[in-house]
């Protein structure tokens, strides 16, 4: 290989560069970074576990709007026997109704786009 | 045991007096209950169901109160139907065409010039056997199997735009440009649609599944507008259609529609 050290710096610091993100964000301690959602203060207790909401609310939300919309079935039966309308709008935004604190914090962490809201409306935009 | 005629009158008059006690202390302490025929609150536990939905309009009652637009208002109201005041890219659930227009099967040339130009409420018919339905691609428009509601689903619809060309009776709207911004007033629990996405009358099911009449029914200062069951033969819309005559929009095309004008 002709010019062996100059390409070995090169790529050095080729990589240096390239991977500049990963370890200025750990270096500014900013890899641990979890986003702080503001929950609703005066609700008792969400439609499931917040497990299963944190890692399968569009499941379920996917699944209300087919029973809603196709089936017109719109009374969720929570396996403890409470019961919901199943809706976005009146049920969900009802106790989350800080849509920037809540929804779009981890969306916009996870760099998710969901196009719920260019329909549904969110409680923010009732305020004139 | 004996009874005389004397005891007999003394107990059953104090027997009746007993059983109109409960009524009349209810009504003293303001619980009128049984006295009054009781409207069920607005609630998902008490949904209007039918087997058929219908619909009867009553033009003379309709026409009767000149440039009424209630109905349209209140129907544009509760489901956020934009207006952006120019008739190229209206978008309209309920509205009114001109009779010649309307039925235009039915107008000829000695029509009583009163009734050819009069404004004639018009909505989607709701039909048996729907056009809309055949061509909509990915089905985001279906005829729901339990009450004949020709249902929309907006989540699923692409915007081809193949429903409006298929419904005989324009009753579908295409959004050209984003509603958000041309709604007078938003309603926060019926959604709004998006540019590329079309719309029209869902016989208010939202409203039916909370035990509520359709929005433009209840707003109809001359009760010209009455929905039904059309399957149930002691529904209101049945008691009409046996009284009346009545007419359909476009019946030769066998759409079967289920909106029915008396004229």
Redesign the interface.
Known sequence: MYDAGKIIIGLIIFLIIITFPVWYNIAMGKATYIPQLEYPVDAEQCVADSAYIRASHMDLLNTW?DKV??E?E??YHTPDGRRF?M?L??TCMKCHNKKEEFCDRCHNYLAVDP?CW????E?K??VP | MKIDRRKFIKFTSLTTIGLAGTPIARALTGEDSLLAPVKPEPSLDNPLTARRWAMVIDLRKCLSKEGCTACINACHLTHNVPDFGNPKDEVKWVWKEPFEHAFHEQEHEYIDEKLKHAPTLVMCNHCDNPPCVRVCPTQATFKRETDGVVMMDWHRCIGCRYCVVACPYGSRSFNWRDPRPFIKKLQPDFPTRTRGVVEKCTFCEERLAKGLLPACVEACPEKALTFGDLENPESEVRALLKENYTIRRKPALGTQPEIYYII
């Open positions: 709007r919309v196709r017109g719109r009374v309308e809706s709008s009146n196009y260019d329909c549904h409306i409680p935009e009732l």
